[in-house]
C-alpha cells in the first residue's frame, strides 16, 4: 500500500476525536485558527473541543410540531461543511490503494459545491492538485471558496438539476492517468463515512432527548452520502423512518419529475449509485423558494421571528449563521414529516444542516431581486406558509416492493451508461452488499493506523 506524507484520521478517529493521542488531539484544536495547517485532517468530526455532538435542537415554538427536531450542524467542520469528510476518506482509501499517488495525480472533483470544495481543501493539505467540475450557475461564494483552497474549477452547463452534464464532463479526465476521480456520487468511501461517522453521531445527539431513540432520519440527497447515515440508524432503531427529500421542481425519485431549482446541493435529477434505497421509507417534495425564503427568516429575520412566537428577544441566537439552503431544505422535511407521522412529543427526528449561512449571501440578495422588498408582513405570511403548510400529499411511501423496483430502475437507467454491469447493479439489491461495503471500515482503519 501507498501511503502519503500527510497523516490523517481513521474512521473510529472522526467518530471519536477524543481516543486521538492526546499530543495529536491537542495540536488539532489549536489548529482550528489555521484552517491550512495539515493538522486539521484530525478535526474532521462533528464533535466540538468539548467532545460532544454539535447539534441544536429547535424550539417547539418555531416548529410547531410535538417531536424534537435535532439538527447536525455540519459548518464547523474544516472547509466550512461535514461533505470534507467524504471528500477526505475517497482520497485516503485511494491512497491505500495506490491509485493515487503523492507527486504523480491530480484529484479531480464532480460536485455542484460542498463536496468540491471539500475536495480542494483536502487536496490543498496534503498537496495534491484539484480540478472541481461543477455547473456554471452554482453560488458565487462556493467558487471563491474553491479557488481559495487552490482548486482549479471546469464549469458545465446550467444549475444544480444538471450534474449529469458534471458526470459526462468527468468522462473527458479519466483519458489521462494522472486524474484520479473522487467520485462522491459513485464511490462507496462517501457511503462509509456517512453510515459510520453521521449515523453514530445523530444516534448520540438524539439519546439526550425524548425517548431516546430515533423515530426518524430525513436527509435530501444529492450524493446520496449523508442519508446512509439512515442504515446505521436503523441498524440500531428498525422502526426508525428514513426520508429523502427533494424539490418540488425537480421530483426525480417521487415520480420521475425533471426541472430546475434552488436548492444547491441536492436534486440532481438521478438516483445515484450509492444510494441503497432499500432503507428509503419515504420521499418528501419541498419547493425550493420555501428553503431560500426559511433561510432568510432564520438568519436574518430572528427578531421578527422572535415576536411573531411570543419569544424572548434573543432567544433565536443560538441559530444564527449555522444553516444553509440544504439545511433549511432537511429542517423544513423534518418538521413536515413529523407531522405526517403524527410524532408524539418523546419522539426525535434528525435531519442535517450540511453548511452554513456563509456561501449564500448571493442566494439571498437574489431573493428580494426576484420577489420585491421583503416587509414584515410579507415575512409573517412566508413563515406561516412555510413552518406550518405543506401538503400530505407531498409525502410518498415507498416502502412498497413495486416502488424498490421503480427506484432501481432508475438507478440502473443512468449507472449502466456509466460502465456498471447488471450484475453489479443487481448486487445492490440485497442489504448484504451494504453491509460488506460497510464492514470494510475495520481494515481501512487498520491500514490507515499502520501508515502513519
Not at 442566494?363 to 405570511?381: C, F, I, M, Q
Amino acid at each position: 500500500m501507498t501511503t502519503t506524507t500527510v497523516a490523517g484520521p481513521t474512521y473510529r478517529e472522526m467518530l471519536h476525536p477524543e481516543q486521538l493521542p492526546p499530543a495529536i488531539r491537542r495540536q488539532a484544536l489549536a489548529a482550528s485558527a489555521d484552517e491550512l495547517d495539515p493538522v486539521n485532517l484530525f478535526n474532521i468530526t462533528w464533535r466540538g473541543p468539548d467532545s460532544r455532538i454539535r447539534h441544536v435542537v429547535l424550539p417547539k415554538q418555531l416548529t410547531g410540531v410535538d417531536a424534537n427536531i435535532v439538527v447536525l450542524t455540519g459548518r464547523w467542520f474544516p472547509s466550512g461543511s461535514h461533505k470534507v469528510g467524504p471528500a477526505y476518506t475517497t482520497l485516503v482509501e485511494g491512497e491505500l490503494s495506490g491509485e493515487i499517488q503523492p507527486g504523480l495525480s491530480t484529484m479531480i472533483g464532480p460536485s455542484t459545491g460542498n463536496f468540491g470544495i471539500g475536495v480542494a481543501y483536502i487536496s490543498k493539505l496534503k498537496g495534491y492538485p484539484a480540478i472541481v467540475i461543477m455547473p456554471e450557475d452554482m453560488s458565487e461564494e462556493r467558487y471563491q471558496r474553491i479557488r481559495q483552497y487552490g482548486g482549479k474549477l471546469d464549469l458545465t452547463p446550467g444549475s444544480e438539476s444538471d450534474v449529469i452534464l458534471v458526470l459526462e464532463r468527468t468522462q473527458h479526465y479519466k483519458k489521462a492517468p494522472r486524474n484520479k476521480i473522487l467520485a462522491q456520487f459513485e464511490l462507496l468511501p462517501n457511503y462509509r463515512f456517512h453510515r459510520y461517522v453521521t449515523g453514530r453521531s445523530a444516534m448520540e445527539a438524539a439519546q439526550p432527548y425524548g425517548n431516546g431513540r430515533v423515530a426518524a432520519f430525513v436527509s435530501a440527497p444529492g450524493s446520496a452520502g449523508t442519508i446512509a447515515a439512515g442504515d446505521e440508524i436503523k441498524a440500531r432503531f428498525p422502526e426508525c423512518m428514513v426520508c429523502a427529500l427533494e424539490p418540488k421542481e425537480c421530483s426525480t425519485l417521487f415520480n420521475n419529475g425533471r426541472g430546475t431549482h434552488r436548492i444547491e446541493g441536492i436534486g440532481d435529477k438521478m438516483v445515484t449509485l450509492i444510494h441503497n434505497v432499500l432503507t428509503t421509507d419515504y420521499i418528501g417534495l419541498i419547493h425550493d423558494d420555501d428553503c431560500v425564503a426559511g433561510l432568510e427568516l432564520l438568519d436574518r429575520r430572528r427578531g421578527l421571528l422572535e415576536r411573531t412566537l411570543g419569544m424572548e428577544p434573543k432567544a433565536l441566537d443560538n441559530l444564527e449563521g449555522i444553516f444553509g439552503i440544504s439545511g433549511i431544505c432537511n429542517i423544513l422535511g423534518a418538521i413536515r414529516l413529523a407531522r405526517h407521522l403524527h410524532l408524539a412529543p418523546n419522539d426525535n427526528v434528525v435531519t442535517i444542516a450540511t453548511d452554513g449561512f456563509d456561501r449564500y449571501p448571493s442566494v439571498l440578495a437574489n431573493l428580494e431581486k426576484r420577489r420585491g422588498p421583503l416587509d414584515d408582513t410579507r415575512l409573517t405570511d412566508w413563515f406561516d406558509e412555510i413552518f406550518r403548510g405543506g401538503d400530505p400529499r407531498d409525502f410518498l411511501d415507498v416502502r412498497p416492493a413495486e416502488e424498490k423496483d421503480r427506484l432501481f430502475g432508475y438507478k440502473e437507467q443512468v449507472w449502466s451508461n456509466f460502465g456498471y454491469s447488471h450484475a453489479y447493479l443487481e448486487s445492490m439489491k440485497s442489504q448484504s452488499f451494504w453491509d460488506g461495503e460497510f464492514a470494510k471500515i475495520r481494515e481501512v482503519d487498520e491500514a490507515v493506523s499502520a501508515g502513519r
